[in-house]
């Protein structure tokens, strides 16, 4: 049995903390049976915003007239595009795995592991590539990620069904597409699709989409995926059947409750059937623990798979620590990639680092945008504590008039003190705006942090500044103001 300084599970974010211990010259081992880099790479995040951008640009030519650019829009070449993204994405893979390989002390095993005992990992070989291994580990990072979440549906084991991890690479466009799932990759897949054309309807449980935004958020999203979807929101998909070629889904109004809200699709909370050629559920992930054998481990988990850790990531278990989806703390890239230089400081250098998510952002790329971080205003009402809070249009900055992004918002959130409690963005360029907010949250920062920098003029940066600027003490102001102007 071969034996390793450290053993990581998983060959996404986690793989940065094998190739961290053999820059040190520790010898580690990576077990992994699918592409290197982990779903963000293949399966997620990059090929997904790839297929949004190509929306995006339709969304831009059918809007060109607006600025006095008349054009025409043809129908986009879908497979080509699909196929393209396709190949980048797993060219990428591939490009990890080689250098992983090429690592002079990192040992890649094509397979799945699972404990034997608190430190001992027996591989399953991936299909046709070796023999099964069992090695062992003075250090164990459990980083295996999660799977799309296959809901308990009537019928559904007789219907053939897409998840995100197949949705992405369809080779021709369907027609029509049900989505049950109002969640962030519902919402993000809805608007794509809509975009180039598809006639999608969305069945989402609660009464609005990406229902744990901000309420202001959430409203927003909705009231724009109704212009690309049917949404049936307050709705859950009761049963699924096949009929002539296509699929059928019986969405009833969730929790008994007749007064669901189908926006201008549906007809006051009575059963509605949907029929498409394409069926996608988005219904959430869950970790890919349940093949672990944490127990053979010492590593407790809690009733949905996710792995018990302390702040500083570490298991019930001496020696193994954790990161990523299996936490189900933040189920973002960028969180993982946090986690994996905690782990990474803790196990090499002793560093006793622990994980603070307060100021860590996340971004759902509909049209608009949306970008946020920290608290919303109803967990703070929830809570009962004090807070202020401004929202300030995109119009408020000259960009954003020209931009005539009218629909887009900051909304700034602060305790009396002037301590940042969160911010949330809906519009152009959400995800990047948010960033100088993040900063300052991470710093411990207060509103006067982000409203007495000099911000660039003209741009949307200024809208975030306005907002800040807003909610600040300051005795004098230059906060542009262009709401005066149609």
């Given at each position: 049995?071969?034996?390793?300084?450290i053993v990581?599970?998983?060959?996404?974010?986690?793989?940065?903390?094998?190739t961290?211990a053999?820059?040190?010259?520790?010898?580690?081992?990576?077990v992994?049976p699918?592409p290197?880099?982990?779903a963000?790479?293949t399966r997620g995040?990059?090929?997904?915003?790839?297929?949004?951008?190509?929306?995006?640009?339709?969304e831009e030519?059918?809007?060109a007239?607006?600025?006095?650019i008349?054009a025409?829009?043809?129908?986009?070449e879908?497979?080509?595009?699909?196929a393209?993204?396709?190949?980048?994405?797993?060219e990428?893979?591939?490009?990890?795995e080689?250098?992983?390989?090429?690592?002079?002390n990192v040992t890649?095993?094509?397979?799945?592991?699972?404990f034997?005992?608190?430190?001992?990992?027996?591989?399953?070989?991936?299909?046709?590539?070796?023999?099964?291994?069992?090695?062992?580990g003075?250090?164990?990072?459990?980083?295996?990620g999660?799977?799309?979440?296959?809901?308990?549906?009537?019928g559904?084991?007789?219907?053939d069904?897409?998840t995100?991890?197949?949705?992405?690479?369809?080779?021709e466009?369907p027609?029509?597409?049900?989505?049950?799932?109002?969640?962030?990759?519902?919402?993000e897949?809805g608007?794509?699709?809509?975009?180039?054309?598809?006639?999608?309807s969305?069945?989402?449980?609660?009464?609005?989409?990406v229902?744990r935004?901000?309420?202001?958020?959430?409203?927003?999203?909705?009231?724009?995926?109704?212009?690309y979807?049917?949404?049936y929101t307050?709705?859950?998909a009761?049963?699924?059947?096949e009929s002539d070629?296509?699929?059928?889904?019986?969405?009833?109004?969730?929790?008994?409750?007749?007064?669901?809200?189908?926006?201008d699709?549906?007809?006051g909370?009575?059963?509605?059937e949907?029929?498409?050629?394409?069926l996608l559920?988005?219904?959430?992930?869950?970790?890919?623990?349940?093949?672990?054998?944490?127990e053979?481990?010492?590593?407790?988990?809690?009733?949905?798979?996710?792995?018990?850790?302390?702040?500083?990531?570490?298991?019930?278990?001496?020696?193994?620590w954790?990161?990523?989806?299996?936490?189900?703390e933040?189920p973002?890239?960028?969180?993982a990639d946090y986690?994996?230089?905690?782990?990474?400081?803790?196990?090499?250098d002793?560093a006793?680092?622990?994980?603070?998510y307060?100021?860590?952002?996340?971004a759902?790329?509909?049209?608009?945008r949306?970008?946020?971080?920290?608290?919303?205003?109803g967990?703070?009402?929830?809570e009962?504590?004090?807070?202020?809070?401004v929202t300030?249009?995109?119009?408020?900055?000259?960009?954003?008039?020209?931009l005539?992004?009218?629909?887009?918002f900051?909304?700034?959130i602060?305790?009396?003190d002037?301590e940042?409690l969160g911010?949330?963005?809906?519009?152009?360029?959400?995800a990047?705006?948010?960033?100088?907010v993040?900063?300052?949250?991470?710093?411990?920062?207060?509103?006067?942090?982000?409203?007495?920098?000099?911000?660039?003029?003209?741009?949307?940066?200024?809208?975030?500044?306005?907002?800040?600027?807003?909610?600040?003490?300051?005795?004098?102001?230059?906060?542009?103001?262009?709401?005066?102007?149609?």
């Amino acid at each position: 049995m071969d034996a390793y300084d450290i053993v990581v599970l998983g060959g996404g974010s986690g793989s940065q903390v094998a190739t961290a211990a053999a820059d040190r010259g520790l010898e580690a081992a990576v077990v992994e049976p699918g592409p290197l880099g982990g779903a963000c790479i293949t399966r997620g995040c990059v090929p997904s915003k790839a297929l949004i951008h190509r929306a995006d640009i339709m969304e831009e030519v059918r809007g060109a007239e607006n600025f006095g650019i008349p054009a025409a829009l043809n129908d986009a070449e879908y497979g080509e595009i699909t196929a393209s993204i396709h190949d980048t994405v797993y060219e990428k893979a591939e490009n990890q795995e080689s250098s992983l390989q090429d690592s002079e002390n990192v040992t890649l095993y094509r397979g799945e592991g699972r404990f034997v005992d608190d430190r001992t990992v027996e591989i399953d070989a991936a299909d046709g590539e070796g023999e099964d291994d069992r090695i062992r580990g003075d250090t164990v990072v459990i980083a295996v990620g999660g799977r799309p979440m296959v809901p308990p549906i009537d019928g559904l084991e007789d219907v053939d069904f897409r998840t995100s991890d197949d949705a992405l690479f369809l080779e021709e466009q369907p027609d029509e597409l049900v989505i049950v799932g109002g969640g962030y990759i519902g919402a993000e897949l809805g608007y794509f699709f809509g975009a180039l054309g598809t006639d999608v309807s969305i069945v989402g449980r609660s009464d609005r989409l990406v229902p744990r935004e901000d309420n202001d958020v959430s409203a927003a999203v909705t009231e724009s995926l109704e212009t690309y979807c049917n949404v049936y929101t307050g709705y859950e998909a009761a049963a699924v059947e096949e009929s002539d070629d296509a699929v059928v889904v019986t969405a009833e109004p969730s929790d008994g409750d007749s007064d669901g809200d189908t926006g201008d699709d549906g007809d006051g909370g009575e059963t509605v059937e949907l029929t498409a050629d394409e069926l996608l559920l988005a219904t959430g992930r869950r970790p890919n623990t349940d093949t672990l054998d944490l127990e053979a481990a010492g590593v407790e988990s809690d009733d949905k798979g996710y792995v018990e850790t302390d702040e500083t990531l570490a298991t019930t278990a001496d020696g193994v620590w954790a990161l990523g989806d299996v936490l189900g703390e933040q189920p973002y890239k960028h969180a993982a990639d946090y986690e994996a230089k905690t782990v990474a400081a803790n196990v090499l250098d002793d560093a006793g680092r622990t994980v603070d998510y307060e100021a860590v952002p996340h971004a759902i790329f509909t049209d608009p945008r949306v970008a946020s971080v920290g608290r919303t205003e109803g967990e703070l009402e929830a809570e009962g504590r004090d807070y202020d809070a401004v929202t300030v249009p995109y119009e408020t900055a000259p960009m954003g008039m020209i931009l005539e992004a009218d629909e887009g918002f900051v909304k700034a959130i602060t305790a009396p003190d002037g301590e940042i409690l969160g911010c949330h963005i809906v519009g152009p360029q959400a995800a990047t705006l948010l960033h100088e907010v993040v900063v300052a949250m991470d710093g411990g920062g207060t509103v006067d942090d982000v409203a007495e920098p000099v911000h660039v003029h003209p741009a949307l940066n200024e809208v975030v500044y306005a907002a800040f600027d807003d909610l600040s003490d300051a005795a004098y102001s230059t906060a542009p103001d262009w709401r005066d102007v149609s």
